[in-house]
């Protein structure tokens, strides 16, 4: 055993000879490297610190601090990564991994390397991953597409869209929406609005809801409706006149037009 201080970082060959009275006899000669110094930490690539994604399958990539390096790969739910992690990996060749997450979540990871000689490097600076799927489309429930309906301060209702944080009621007088009457943020789980006095006007309308989370939006069909809280005229009898006495017992009647009649 070498004593200390040891030997230098270098590389070395080695022999050994057999002595007797009548000579030498030496070994093959081979060589080894001592190396007591750890390799620079990775810097971590993509995906990007705080990248959010939709896809669980994801491909974590980051830099070659130089060559002959192999690399230990740890993902966790917690910042701390806390035994026991959620993966991890050791003695990866390349500078990229492949991983398939089991669920949603968000997620931690950071990467090391190691040299020939098991020298390892410090932890790179780990990077946030949030995964989430994308939200779901919501169903239109009430009221019914084409409804007429003289309360101005109806109840809309609706399923909501799977992974959705949010949702957001449209209600516009335009099939575009491009300046919504309302325009209400809800929650996760809302699935029902009534509208507040004094009321909408009464118009035609069209309403949607779309579903919201941090990889995008998802909108539900477009429905319409019409406010209507105006009773209509009162018709003029024309036919048969006031005090008409007739033999014919298929009477016919006739009355004004009424503009706004349903």
């Known amino acids: 055993t070498i004593s200390a201080p040891g030997l230098a970082d270098k590389s070395y060959k080695w022999k050994v000879i057999a002595i007797n009275s009548i000579g030498e006899n030496e070994s093959s000669t081979r060589t ?7 390799p620079a930490k990775p810097t971590l690539v993509s995906p990007v610190n705080n990248a959010v994604g939709s896809d669980l399958t994801q491909t974590f990539r980051w830099t070659k601090p130089e060559a002959s390096l192999t690399y230990d790969i740890q993902i966790d739910n917690e910042i701390s990564f806390t035994s026991p992690r959620v993966h991890e990996n050791t003695g990866l060749a390349d500078n990229s991994y492949i991983y398939t997450f089991a669920s949603d ?7 090391r390397a190691v040299d020939a000689a098991s020298n390892q490097s ?3 600076d780990n990077f946030k991953l949030t995964i989430q799927a994308p939200p779901g489309r919501p169903t239109l429930y009430l009221p019914a597409d084409g409804t007429y309906t003289n309360d101005n301060t109806p109840t809309f209702e609706w399923t909501v869209g799977a992974n959705a944080v949010n949702h957001r009621l449209l209600i516009d007088n335009d099939a575009d929406f491009s300046s919504p009457k ?13 509208i507040l006095t004094p009321g909408l006007a009464d118009e035609s309308y069209s309403w949607k809801v779309v579903a919201i989370n941090v990889t995008g939006e998802n909108g539900s ?3 319409t409706f019409v406010i209507d809280t105006i009773a ?5 009898p024309f036919l048969p006149a006031d005090g008409t006495s007739t033999d ?3 009477v016919y009647f006739e009355w004004s037009s009424i503009a706004d009649a349903g």
């Open 32 to 38: 080894f490297v001592i190396d007591t110094i750890a």
């Open 105 to 111: 979540g968000v997620y931690y990871w950071r990467v």
């Open 122 to 124: 410090s932890w790179a």
């Open 182 to 194: 309302e325009n209400v943020l809800l929650g996760a789980t809302d699935n029902t609005y009534t």
């Open 221 to 223: 069909s477009t429905r």
């Open 232 to 236: 209509p005229s009162i018709p003029t």
């Open 248 to 250: 014919d017992n298929t």
